[in-house]
């Protein structure tokens, strides 16, 4: 079945980098986009963008450029969302999220990223 | 983009139907036949709920219905039960091949 594995919770200080990780099982990873997700404490989600995984071509949508990079490591099915320079305000859940032709049809479990001094 | 319109709050009681809106444009809901559903309980990671304005995933219940009239997509939710508490978001493909979420519903069930 269809898993997307993500990494765990992380605290940064403001100004730090984090790297969340999504691992993929169960279907042949280069063959679906993986999708960024965001929802900060009590608020909705957010489409941050997404990554072609045969090509590795990323769109980020508005808000989520410069500070925002996704990045691939096929050899083990494994996408990733690297934030720098990091703010109070980037504190929230991060999902990846699998497409499913124009809908989002499997997510991962979540990662919560608390930044705070 | 700017998020997709959706009421804050519905609620119903057991049994009863309820109907969720989601307002965009002619270059995202209007445009495209690729308007899906996804249902959020507290804690969880979405679900998709309603793909292509009206497709329901294998595993999902008859109860939930999907359509759309102009730049507006539906949501119904038919004989209401306790567990369809949750926070429902629509999402629409957009004419610069992007994607954008609804402001988000909490549907109570009284």
């Known amino acids: 079945q269809v898993q997307l594995v993500q990494s765990g919770s992380e605290l940064k200080k403001p100004g730090a980098s984090v790297k969340v990780s999504c691992k993929a099982s169960?279907?042949?990873?280069?063959?679906?986009?993986l999708n960024w997700v965001r929802q900060a404490p009590g608020q909705g989600l957010e489409w941050m963008g997404w990554?072609?995984?045969?090509?590795?071509?990323?769109t980020y949508a508005q808000g989520f450029t410069g500070r925002f990079v996704f990045s691939l490591d096929t050899s083990v099915s494994t996408a990733y969302l690297q934030i720098s320079s990091l703010k109070a305000e980037d504190t929230a859940v991060y999902y990846c999220?699998?497409?499913?032709?124009?809908?989002?049809?499997?997510w991962g479990q979540g990662t919560l990223v608390t930044v705070s001094s | 983009q700017s998020a997709l319109t959706q009421p804050a709050s519905v609620s119903g009681s057991p049994g009863q139907s309820i109907t969720i809106s989601c307002t965009g444009t002619s270059s995202d809901v209007g445009g495209y036949n690729y308007v899906s559903w996804y249902q959020q309980h507290p804690g969880k990671a979405p679900k998709l709920m309603i793909s292509?304005?009206?497709n329901r995933p294998s595993g999902v219940s008859h109860r939930f219905s999907g359509s759309k009239s102009g730049n507006t997509a539906s949501l119904t939710l038919s004989g209401l039960q306790a567990e369809d508490e949750a926070d429902y978001y629509c999402?629409?493909?957009?004419?610069?091949?992007?994607?954008?979420f609804g402001t988000g519903t909490k549907v109570t069930v009284l």
């Open positions: 292509d304005v009206s």
């Open positions: 169960g279907y042949t990873f280069t063959s679906y986009g």
């Open positions: 990554i072609t995984t045969n090509t590795g071509n990323p």
């Open positions: 999220a699998r497409d499913g032709g124009y809908d989002l049809r499997y």
């Open positions: 999402s629409s493909y957009t004419s610069s091949s992007t994607r954008v």
